[in-house]
């Protein structure tokens, strides 16, 4: 029986590098180098990006001197009709929005989980589905409270919690057919597996609906048959050393094991309850023994 390797935590940082950090106003958005690239990013897609995590009100007409946001032609009073548009606040006249678009507000959906359809003016909505599949909201920094707050989020955290376990698994797995089956079952998504955290719009969206939930259900529920039964994977499992039982826990089974955040063993919870790590006293004890000597 092995313990966690070495590989694991090189994975792990070849994770996090290829990560960048955006920050726009007082939120941080975690994107892949993409065409949402801040660096080469027009003033006008810089706004659009920084509204996606604020909630903008109207102002008033004559905050835009009653013309229209895009085209400049003039609205309200004697000119003409306007609409609103739901993601940016302002005014528009009716060739820009006619109120017959209607799109998910992210900033909405992340600071109050509202997911209700609101009308966004053409312009926006070209903008909105741009974006919709860029992993770019990190939701521990932007709005961690949904975690507790909203059931679904709660849930879709353990699973992607167990997803990143399970990834240090299949990364060292030679079955390569099984482990594309199972990457294949998120298509494209493959951020999903990498950090628990970062979502898209659409996979906030799809959490709001269920469908992201239970689509990662499947996919943990076949990793985990494939670690069961294959036995390269099997053999990176770990027998807790409080017990010594028998059997073989891994650190993604949430409800059983609990891991050492220091060297990472893994305990039944259990046996783990009030009760040091073992191989981290162990480790005390021998740098006390060196010092004395
Ligand atoms: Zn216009
Ligand atoms: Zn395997
Ligand atoms: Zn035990
Ligand atoms: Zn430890």
């Keep these: 029986m092995t ?35 801040p660096s080469t990013m027009d003033e006008a897609t810089r706004t659009k990006m920084q509204l996606l995590t604020s909630i903008k ?27 609103v548009c739901n ?14 678009k209607f799109h998910v507000i992210p900033a909405r959906l992340i600071h109050n989980w509202d997911s209700t359809e609101y009308a966004v003016c053409h312009e926006n909505m070209k ?42 698994y299949l990364s060292c797995c030679d079955d390569n057919d099984a482990v594309v089956a199972i990457e294949r079952k998120i298509l494209s998504r493959l951020y ?15 959490v709001s609906n269920g469908k992201l939930i239970e689509q990662l259900r499947s996919v943990v529920q076949l990793a985990m048959q494939h670690i069961k039964s294959c036995k390269r994977c099997w053999q990176k499992g770990y027998i807790c050393e409080l017990c010594r039982s028998e059997e073989v826990i891994f650190p993604f089974q949430l409800d059983l094991a609990i891991t050492c955040p220091l060297c990472n063993s893994v305990y039944h919870q259990q046996c783990k309850k009030g009760i040091a790590c073992r191989k981290c006293s162990r480790k005390t004890a021998r740098a006390l023994q060196e010092f004395q000597i």
Aim: hydrophobic residues 30%; negative net charge.
């Design 3 to 37: 313990t966690r390797s070495d590989d694991f935590q090189e994975i792990e940082d070849e994770t996090l590098s290829s990560w960048e950090v955006f920050d726009a106003d007082n939120c941080s958005i975690m994107h892949r180098c993409s065409s949402l690239d």
């Design 57 to 83: 009100n109207e102002t008033g007409l004559d905050s835009q001197d009653y013309k229209c946001s895009r085209c400049n032609s003039f609205i309200g009073l004697i000119f003409g009709g306007y609409n």
């Design 87 to 100: 993601f940016d606040g302002c005014y528009y006249c009716s060739g820009c929005h006619d109120n017959g």
């Design 127 to 168: 903008f909105l589905a741009m974006i919709k599949s860029e992993p770019l909201f990190d939701i521990s920094k932007l709005n961690p409270s949904l975690y507790n707050t909203v059931p679904e989020m709660g849930e879709a955290k353990r699973l992607r919690l167990q997803m990143n376990q399970i990834k240090k």
């Design 192 to 206: 999903l597996w990498e950090d628990a955290s970062v979502y898209s719009l659409q996979d906030l969206i799809e």
